[in-house]
């Protein structure tokens, strides 16, 4: 299983999918018109994690096949990286089985460096808690800035300076 579905994949794939140390990576023009890149990779306990980036946004999702979640719906979480960061953040349905939390990009923010340099990510929630090992994202975080400047190529415009 990957997590397409959060990408909203139109029907021709750009980029990928490519293998990053267990992560795929892969990018696509959603239904909106944006590109957009993601690196997902499956957990034991049936919950997939990605982080989808496009030019201006960064989101993690939470995919599990055994959720229904109600579309409009939002939930309170606290989401924790080692010791290194700390929030409080609001999460919303993606889909029926996805939660996404949402992001402006900012390169290098703390919350970016965390997950690269991070061992474990924790979210709370009010019934559950749920550790994700961050195994390899120093490699497939940094690969999403790639499937971006791939799939922004414009063969008519100057080139950059």
Known sequence: ?????????AAIQN???????GW???GAVNNEGAYVCSAS???NS????AFVRSASTFRIALQNEAWSLNDGEQYSLSLR??????QSVTAHVAGRQTLAIDYDYVPNSTLENALIYGN???ITARQADFEFALTN????LPALETCLRQGSRNPFAASPK
Do not use: C, F, H, Q
């Open 1 to 9: 299983m990957n997590l397409a579905g959060i990408l909203v994949l």
């Open 15 to 21: 980029y990928g999918p490519i293998d990053i140390n």
């Open 24 to 26: 795929e990576v892969r």
């Open 41 to 43: 990779i499956p957990y």
């Open 46 to 49: 049936g919950i997939d994690l």
């Open 81 to 86: 990286i080692d010791n290194r960061i700390s």
């Open 120 to 122: 474990i990510l924790y």
């Open 137 to 140: 994202t120093s490699r497939a």
